[in-house]
């Protein structure tokens, strides 16, 4: 006989204890606030005692659909009742329509499905090293190995994204990472065209630079990139984990450089699935044809469920038109930005497309993310000096407004605090573009 069912009725950790569990039990690898966030809705999360946040954040560029999205809802729930999970070995009726949308806003031809963005890139790299290694010409594996990636770069944290993502912090721990990687200068076009030859197998490039501080690649830059690597029988490979889906303006950030102007592979992850942990790797036949069954695998990537909902952000994209909301967004928030840069001289730039934008400081940035979360804004910063925000595709206008309020009182708190120390890193030879009006 079946037991009864008993309610296990156990309070909340309070935020206290929750941090103190974190410190006994968690690998010590984040430094975190004191805030606990409990749920969210739309472009606002509520932390544990109720107080409520803009976030323009988004889970660094995931929430795409805010936090709690009806569609996405309605879908996970209806997909978590029917299969989960039914492994890669069998069909599943979700990832060809996935793919095929996919093929379909990158204008190429393939996709694997992968669980996070570094995944991603190292089944990337696998993918440009099988076709070079695949080619009688290149004498099997040894000749074609090099692999260019740009100075400034962000990956990921397995070992083959790690090796072509530049700060040495990330990398030197963990030496020796994967040979034949050489980092270019990011829109040198000349160090790219001394270091491209035909030992080299693929280039990575971040369309823009996220983690890196918001730097967008040239089109000079690209061009010739899409030029050598044709020329040299390489991959072009885009990292769009960061700045694609949408987050540009349009599907992917390369696409302003044309259509002839296509990558061969791109990775992307974080929004595909509104939350879920999904990436993909998509790629041009030409390239997509050098993987064969057992070459390359994953448990759990692609699985029903997280393809069903990835299905539905795709499509909320293109039904409420959000890539024009996208743009329309920027707009306002850039001119509000620089209005404030013209006040706030520690402000040194504004810089990046549709909803991935950096604010570049004269000053340290960690005491503005930490007194913007005091006055209920959730925003990152990178390389010390360079706030990040990645806010939901799904803000308004007024979402905008207070958002620039709420900074702006955040400036100004700043400013009282005390004279505006300039950091190291602000001061050091990263490539900075400094605002034309100063
Ligand atoms: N590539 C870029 C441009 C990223 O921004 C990130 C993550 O921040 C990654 C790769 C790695 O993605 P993940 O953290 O999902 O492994």
């Known amino acids: 006989m079946l037991k009864k069912r008993t309610t296990t009725n156990k309070k909340p950790l309070s935020p206290a204890q929750i941090r103190a569990a974190e410190a006994r039990y968690l690998m010590n690898t984040y430094r975190r606030p004191t805030v606990v966030f409990t749920?969210?809705?739309?472009?606002?999360?509520?932390?544990?005692?109720?107080?409520?946040?803009?976030?323009?954040?988004?889970?660094?560029a995931v929430n795409a659909l805010g936090h709690a999205h009806p569609r996405l809802v309605r879908v996970i729930r209806r997909e978590a009742g029917r299969a989960i999970h039914v492994s890669n070995l069998f069909h599943n009726p979700y990832q060809?329509?996935?793919?095929?949308?996919?093929?379909?806003?990158?204008?190429?031809?393939?996709?694997?499905?992968?669980?996070?963005?570094?995944?991603?890139?190292?089944?990337?790299?696998?993918?440009?090293?099988?076709?070079?290694n695949a080619k009688p010409q290149n004498g099997g594996n040894a000749k074609k190995t090099r692999i260019l990636a740009l100075e400034n770069s962000f990956h990921g944290r397995t070992i083959g994204a790690l090796s072509i993502t530049y700060p040495l912090k990330y990398r030197e721990p963990f030496a020796p990472l994967m040979p034949g990687v050489e980092f270019v200068r990011l829109n040198d076009v000349a160090d790219l065209e001394a270091k491209f030859d035909d030992t080299v197998c693929a280039l990575v490039v971040e369309t823009i630079q996220g983690e890196g501080g918001i730097f967008p690649v040239?089109?000079?830059?690209?061009?010739?990139?899409?030029a050598l690597a044709t020329q040299h029988d390489a991959a072009l490979i885009a990292d769009e984990i960061q700045c694609g889906l949408g987050r540009a303006g349009r599907y992917f950030a390369y696409q302003k450089f044309g259509a002839k102007a296509k990558p061969d592979i791109v990775t992307v992850a974080k929004p595909l699935a509104g939350g879920l942990p999904l990436g993909a790797i998509i790629a041009n036949e030409q390239f997509a044809s050098a993987f064969v069954p057992g070459m390359h695998g994953t448990t759990f990537g692609g699985g029903p469920l997280i393809c069903a909902t990835a299905m539905e952000f795709l499509t909320?994209?293109?039904?409420?038109?959000?890539?024009?909301?996208?743009?329309?967004?920027?707009?306002?928030?850039?001119?509000?930005?620089?209005?404030?840069?013209?006040?706030?001289?520690?402000?040194?730039?504004?810089?990046?497309?549709g909803l991935i934008l950096g604010v570049d400081l004269a000053i340290e940035g960690a005491p503005i993310v930490s007194q913007a979360l005091r006055n209920g804004l959730v925003m990152n910063c990178t390389h010390e000096h360079i706030l990040r925000l990645l806010?939901?595709?799904?803000?308004?206008?007024?979402?905008?407004?207070?958002?620039?309020?709420?900074?702006?009182?955040?400036?100004?708190?700043?400013?009282?605090?005390?004279?505006?120390?300039?950091?190291?890193?602000?001061?050091?030879?990263?490539?900075?573009?400094?605002?034309a009006s100063r």
């Open 391 to 435: 806010p939901p595709f799904i803000i308004r206008g007024k979402d905008v407004a207070e958002f620039l309020a709420k900074f702006e009182k955040t400036l100004k708190q700043r400013l009282k605090v005390g004279a505006a120390t300039r950091t190291k890193a602000a001061t050091s030879a990263q490539p900075m573009v400094l605002a």
């Open 96 to 132: 060809a329509p996935l793919a095929r949308k996919l093929a379909e806003w990158s204008g190429l031809d393939r996709v694997f499905f992968t669980n996070s963005g570094t995944e991603a890139m190292d089944g990337a790299l696998k993918l440009a090293r099988a076709y070079a």
């Open 39 to 60: 749920r969210g809705r739309g472009c606002r999360l509520y932390d544990s005692g109720g107080r409520e946040y803009l976030d323009f954040l988004g889970g660094i």
């Open 316 to 353: 909320v994209v293109d039904e409420a038109n959000l890539l024009a909301n996208i743009r329309e967004r920027s707009a306002e928030l850039r001119s509000g930005l620089e209005k404030l840069s013209k006040r706030f001289d520690f402000i040194r730039d504004v810089r990046g497309e």
């Open 218 to 226: 040239s089109e000079a830059f690209w061009q010739h990139a899409r």
